[in-house]
């Protein structure tokens, strides 16, 4: 029985971050066919797989060896004999094709599986990627892609069966007759000549296909999330004009290809078939000369009839071979992407992710869990520091500066030296993981994925804290939903309103164990009376520094201090009132 590899095989490292060897198009084939001892499983395939057409290659040999050898002369034990022999090369043939695509299929779903892991490990490394992809693009990488790529078993496999099928049948005509085995012999190297000069559009039209699909899925991705707020501005028409018109050029480039695979197939039978014509004419002429036996002619138009699949098969190698290439070079670019947060050099490391908790434990107490300090530009962050039991605010006129805070805080975008300080070390020197077991900082626009609320919300474990659930002010809608916390979102959420959302994302936000919280306008979407029941209840975290990024008055009202930065203006601290009171600046971004 073949063996599967274990369940819990993942890819032997992660993608180009531990190993300075690129991801390249001939590293990922090695690592789709050989990875996780694979290679069993491949050479099972194989052999099954070629047992399986040299058997069936043997079929109308061994059928014309009957006709000579029974049927001509008569002889019914002869004949029982040649059935015999017969119903064993069918039992062969079947049971190899049996175990050989069996192992294969399984080297195959496990190689797409594994190539699967490698692109979402790319996407969700802790440093993040310097290039914002959309999420359809890479959802066809890590499907599509993937398992066109891990096809090569099926390519490998299938590509030595037809060549020892061709092989079988040349040997079988040279028995018979000379001159008909060195045809084949001679015209197979040829025809696969000719198809291949044939592939190199088609490998470019495959890729071209591919990206086309790849920005039409991102397209209807982003869409389909984003209608609500599509519909709020009224962009529905632009919209689907521009998914139309991505939609058509994928069609486009698709019908291209097909169009090439057409002419490619056609030619690849078309060359087949004169080749079958050959072969049966010139033993037809041989059988008339009395050259060869009835039998034999018999085998020979079996024969070649039957080299007709192998040699097709042999043309079409390239083909598929240009796709895979194709489909393999887009994962190379994902896997190749760089760091949103490069690693600092060796040298300037001070710490590990192992090391990292036990060497600031010290400093718990002394330093604050949180601190900005002032970088090159004042003007854009104002300094501050967060510890446990403070709310502090934070007051950027410029929402694109507040959304970039954000990011920096959540490691999601790189820190300058000597910008952010977490449990008094320089986040710079630290690792990601830990930077984010400290400090938890969600997007603006955090989304809700498909389960119920309370694993929406409660994402660590399935307790729903009590303050939380109070505090993000969810329990008036929760409650009236048709199973509660059990109720399974779909679609992102899509049957709540925006209001409701939020509320569940700032629930989940309240939710995370990490001693420092940064929350950005959590309330936009909610009524006036529920932003100040939320702002109440952010009073009860004592054992947390919320930092809260925001110019919402009703927020800022219940912060122990606020900071505020930007606009070209040196920074300003103190509570929301003596802000208020003291700057115009403040007055004119926050109001009162």
């Known amino acids: 029985m073949v063996s599967m590899p274990s369940s ?4 032997s490292c992660p993608p180009g971050r531990n190993k300075q060897a690129p991801w390249t198009v001939s590293r990922l084939f090695t690592f789709t066919l050989f990875a996780n001892r694979r290679w069993k499983l491949l050479l099972v395939g194989c052999a099954g797989l070629v047992l399986h057409q040299v058997s069936e290659a043997l079929v109308p040999a061994t059928i014309g060896a009957a006709v000579d050898n029974a049927i001509s002369p008569h002889d019914a034990g002869a004949l029982l004999w040649w059935i015999g022999a017969l119903a064993v090369v069918f039992v062969v043939l079947a049971l190899s094709w049996r175990i050989g695509t069996l192992a294969t299929n399984r080297s195959f779903l496990y190689g797409s ?7 979402v490990e790319r996407t969700l490394h802790p440093r993040g990627m310097a290039a914002r992809r959309a999420p359809g693009e890479i959802v066809a990488i890590a499907s599509s892609d993937a398992d066109r790529v891990a096809g090569l078993s099926w390519l490998i496999g299938g590509g030595l069966a037809a060549a020892a099928g ?4 040349a040997v079988t005509l040279l028995l018979i007759s000379v001159p008909l085995g060195i045809a084949v012999l001679v015209a197979t190297p040829i025809m696969l000549v000719v198809m291949h000069r044939l592939t190199k559009p088609l490998e470019d039209r495959s890729d071209v296909e591919q990206s086309s699909a790849a920005r039409a899925g991102a397209l209807a991705t982003d869409f389909v999330t984003g209608s609500r707020p599509l519909k709020g501005l009224g962009a529905e028409e632009a919209a689907v004009s521009r998914y139309k018109a991505a939609s058509r050029t994928s069609l486009l480039a698709g019908l291209r290809a097909v169009r090439s695979r057409s002419a490619y ?7 087949s078939a004169a080749f079958l014509a050959g072969i049966a004419f010139f033993a037809a002429w041989f059988a008339v000369q009395g050259s060869i036996t009835v039998g034999q002619l018999v085998a020979v138009v079996g024969v070649a009839q039957f080299v007709q699949g192998p040699m097709a098969a042999l043309g079409f190698l390239s083909v598929e071979l240009a796709r895979k290439r194709a489909s393999a070079a887009r994962i190379a670019v994902l896997l ?12 300037e490391r001070t710490t590990t992710a192992a ?4 060497a600031v434990a010290p400093l718990l107490e002394a330093a604050p869990l949180l601190e900005l300090r002032s970088g090159s530009d004042d003007a854009a962050f104002p300094p501050f520091t967060a510890s446990a039991g403070e709310i502090v605010g934070v007051v950027l006129p410029n929402g694109t500066q507040a959304r970039l805070l954000v990011d920096t805080l959540g490691f999601r975008t790189p820190a300058p030296r000597g910008l952010v300080s977490i449990d008094g070390q320089d986040a710079a020197d630290l690792d990601p993981v830990h930077v984010r077991s400290r400090v938890f900082a969600d ?21 729903l804290e009590e303050r939380a659930m109070a505090a993000a002010a969810v329990g008036d809608f929760v409650s009236q939903l048709p199973e509660g916390t059990e109720t399974v979102l779909t679609g992102h959420g899509q049957s709540l309103s925006g209001g409701q959302r939020q509320r569940l994302v700032l629930g989940r936000s309240l939710h995370q164990k990490q001693p420092v919280l940064v929350l950005h306008d959590p309330t936009t979407a909610v009524d006036t009376a529920t932003e100040a029941v939320i702002a109440d209840g952010l009073r009860n975290f004592p054992d947390k520094a919320l930092v809260l990024v925001t110019t919402s008055p009703t927020l800022l009202a219940v912060c122990d201090r606020v900071v505020m930065g930007g606009g070209g203006a040196a920074s300003e601290s103190g509570t929301h009132r003596e802000l208020l009171a003291t700057s115009a600046g403040y007055r004119e971004v926050v109001g009162s």
């Open 8 to 11: 819990s095989a993942t890819p």
């Open 113 to 119: 599986h594994d190539l699967r892991q490698l692109a």
């Open 166 to 169: 061709v092989v079988t049948s």
């Open 265 to 271: 197939n056609g030619a690849s039978t078309a060359l």
């Open 336 to 347: 190749a992407e760089p760091d949103a947060v490069p690693a600092p050099e060796p040298k």
């Open 355 to 358: 090391g990292s908790a036990s």
């Open 443 to 463: 997007s603006h626009d955090g989304v809700l994925f498909h389960g119920s609320v309370r694993a929406n919300v409660a994402t660590a474990d399935a307790r």
